[in-house]
């Protein structure tokens, strides 16, 4: 079974500039998680999807981050305009709508210069 | 007060010895609770997972629950240089859908 795929696996932009983040879930899964990890912290849900539809974006800073999942299948997550404290790595993650067990994939690290 | 909370470490044992990582939680409601594995440079692995109180064994691995002290721990036995990640906790807090909070994670370090 394939995991979870993430593109591209490291970026590195200036700051004001705009990036976006891909992701194909594990298939079959509905349920599908971004997250941000600053070096040395626990990872942060950012936006959690079930299908196409938005769970929970709470965390979410919506005045520059975006997410979408239009068909309930891959998802892009972007950043326009990036800040120097974005630089992080953004991890994917998806779960059978089922359990809790969430399976993460290689994540994308983003360096803001 | 952070609603899942771990020391940072580095936590250092010998190799063979009981590695014991622990977590707390704030919310007296939470029922799932989770261990993930981080290799440096990696992306978080499952390890385990509990959701009622006492203990459960996988292999090397132990995870003991209480919900009344809302204190989750993993004790890995007879350590090996290999298992040398940060271990990260993860609660599903309130029960909310499958969103899992993560705590800042218990660096490891076995020595040989």
């Known amino acids: 079974e394939a995991g979870v795929a993430q593109s591209p696996r490291y970026k590195i932009i200036e700051k004001r500039q705009s990036v976006a983040f891909w992701c194909n879930p594990i298939?079959?899964?509905?349920?599908l998680y971004w997250y941000q990890q600053i070096l040395g912290q626990g990872p942060k849900l950012l936006i959690q999807?079930?299908?196409?539809?938005?769970?929970?974006d709470s965390q979410l800073p919506k005045d520059r981050f975006s997410a979408e999942r239009l068909k309930g299948v891959d998802s892009t997550l972007k950043i326009q305009p990036a800040k120097l404290e974005d630089s992080a790595v953004y991890l994917c993650?998806?779960?059978?709508?089922?359990?809790?067990?969430?399976?993460f994939g290689p994540g994308t690290r983003l360096l803001v210069l | 007060q952070k609603e899942v909370e771990q020391n940072s470490g580095p936590l250092s044992v010998p190799e063979g010895a009981i590695a014991s990582l622990n977590c707390t939680y704030s919310?007296?409601?939470?029922?799932?609770f989770f261990w993930y594995r981080q290799y440096s440079g990696k992306s978080p692995e499952l390890i385990m997972f509990?959701?009622?109180?006492g203990d459960k064994e996988d292999g090397r691995f132990t995870a003991q629950l209480n919900k009344a002290s809302q204190y989750v721990s993993l004790l890995i036995r007879d350590s090996q240089p290999s298992d040398s990640a940060t271990y990260l906790c993860?609660?599903?807090?309130?029960?909310?859908?499958?969103?899992?909070?993560f705590g800042g994670g218990t660096r490891l370090m076995v020595k040989p």
């Open positions: 993650a998806s779960s059978d709508a089922l359990a809790g067990t969430q399976y």
């Open positions: 298939s079959g899964h509905a349920t």
């Open positions: 999807f079930q299908n196409n539809g938005v769970v929970d």
């Open positions: 919310d007296r409601g939470s029922q799932s």
């Open positions: 509990i959701y009622s109180n």
């Open positions: 993860a609660v599903n807090l309130n029960n909310a859908g499958n969103m899992l909070t």
